[in-house]
């Protein structure tokens, strides 16, 4: 066997307590696989005061500890939110946002993976206060604090707030919006308040204040379309044919750029893709302004990719090659993905959150039988076989047995695919009997 063979095919073949002693006794000989297991089983419980216990001893120190408590903070709070728990989840997501916050700032340092942290701490916030809304005044006013002082992370989409916010929030948030705007200061405030501007005008529907906002922007293709898509959207087609006409018809060569991001930037914009955003990352990295650009950048493609899958890969790829798995995830959830492009998502995801994965293991099967040839069955079998494990890592093995049953009854016909089932070393509903002719 190579030094780089995969052994994950051979260790599917152990039992759960043959797994556990070797895992048990390599964390004896690791003391970073033995912290990152204690964390875990910490927070399996779902228990939020240990989560708060968490955060309270979680100090930044440079070698990953604090990243990896934050880490099982998380992790906690997504499987409790994911559960549907009746716990008011909203404070804990909120302290760790601020913690993390607090920590970057401190550092100076956005990338990595304590801001992918950050990120994910604000969206599990969002999903918290949707479930359990705070008080609306104060949630608005901790996104204006962080919005107009904060050091720019962490991003802010009113969109995923909207609902905890409802009218009082929303209504607080625009008129603090307003009075910056009425100020007439330039500088950060300013481009801050027409940001939160245009957001808010996306949230409450306002379709001719959020077109007057985007037309007085430097003419852009993406943002000709943007307006073309928000008439189209609220029906105007008529104006949305008319602009679209005005904006094919504009001679105004845009000047061009002096600098290699600007420039990179340009491109992009011309022709938003997987291609154009690694090339602007490279500038922009180079030049210090990828924090700003990947915001904008992102915010470009997630446009797109609500117009259709191809689109919605191209996200996800993105994102991949960004190093944020997780974001690909979520932007797999949120935009649908091709089924190949689930499946290779679902696989990195499948060993940290088997639940969530099991959904698409299931759609493979059915795409697999449906081919009805031996080697498809064979693989179906296989797949089987790793959503066994996924049911019992997720607590649910009891669903299996059911999902099995039913798959088992209705393609009970098909006794090439029951051999190959029983070859896999799955245990068959009695109902089951032994296949006569291979099909």
């Not at 607090?102 to 604000?122: F, K, P, Y």
């Not at 011309?270 to 922009?284: N, S, V």
């Not at 299931?362 to 089987?384: G, N, T």
Request: aromatic share 4%; net charge negative; charged share 35%.
């Amino acid at each position: 066997m190579s030094p780089h063979s995969d052994l994950r095919p051979y260790l599917r073949t152990l039992d759960a307590e043959t797994l556990a002693d070797l895992l048990h006794d390599q964390a004896e000989r690791d003391p970073e696989l033995r912290h990152s297991l204690e964390l875990r089983a910490a927070t399996q419980s779902g228990d939020v005061s240990e989560a708060h216990r968490l955060l309270d001893t979680a100090v930044p120190d440079g070698n990953g500890e604090y990243t990896a408590k934050v880490g099982a903070v998380l992790d906690t709070l997504q499987r409790m939110l994911d559960a549907g728990s009746r716990a008011d989840l909203a404070p804990l997501a909120r302290r760790t946002v601020d913690d993390i916050s607090e920590v970057l700032e401190q550092s100076g340092d956005h990338t990595g993976d304590l801001g992918d942290r950050l990120d994910r701490a604000v969206e599990l916030y969002a999903r918290a206060c949707a479930a359990r809304p705070p008080d609306p005044e104060k949630l608005a006013d901790w996104i204006l604090e962080v919005e107009f002082d904060g050091p720019g992370r962490p991003a802010i989409d009113l969109a995923d707030f909207a609902a905890a916010l409802g009218e009082p929030g929303l209504r607080r948030i625009k008129s603090t919006v307003d009075d910056v705007l009425a100020a007439g200061a330039p500088g950060h405030r300013r481009d801050v308040a027409e940001g939160l501007r245009e957001q808010l005008a996306e949230v409450l529907g306002d379709v001719d204040e959020l077109v007057a906002i985007l037309s007085a922007k430097p003419p852009r293709r993406d943002v000709s379309l943007k307006i073309v898509r928000v008439l189209r959207a609220a029906g105007r087609h008529s104006e949305a044919i008319a602009h679209a006409a005005r904006a094919l018809t504009q001679d105004k060569k845009p000047p061009e750029p002096d600098d290699e991001t600007s420039r990179r930037r340009q491109e992009f914009d011309a022709k938003p893709g997987r291609e154009t955003y690694a090339a602007l990352r490279e500038a922009a990295t180079a030049d210090g302004k990828w924090t700003a650009q990947r915001r904008a950048a992102l915010a470009r493609l997630r446009e797109l990719a609500a117009e259709g899958l191809e689109q919605a890969d191209e996200l996800a790829r993105v994102l991949l090659d960004d190093g944020r798995p997780d974001e690909a995830w979520r932007a797999c959830v949120r935009f649908g993905a091709t089924p190949e492009l689930k499946l290779e998502l679902a696989e990195q995801r499948a060993a940290e959150h088997p639940a969530e994965t099991i959904p698409v293991f299931r759609e493979h099967v059915d795409e697999l039988i449906e081919r009805k040839d031996p080697q498809a069955y064979q693989e179906a079998a296989r797949r089987l076989k790793l959503l066994r494990g996924l049911h019992k890592r997720a607590g649910t093995p009891d669903e299996f047995t059911a999902y099995l049953a039913t798959l088992v009854e209705t393609h009970r016909r098909k006794t090439r695919l029951i051999t190959e089932i029983r070859a896999a070393r799955i245990a068959l509903p009695k109902a089951v009997t032994s296949p006569r002719t291979p099909r």
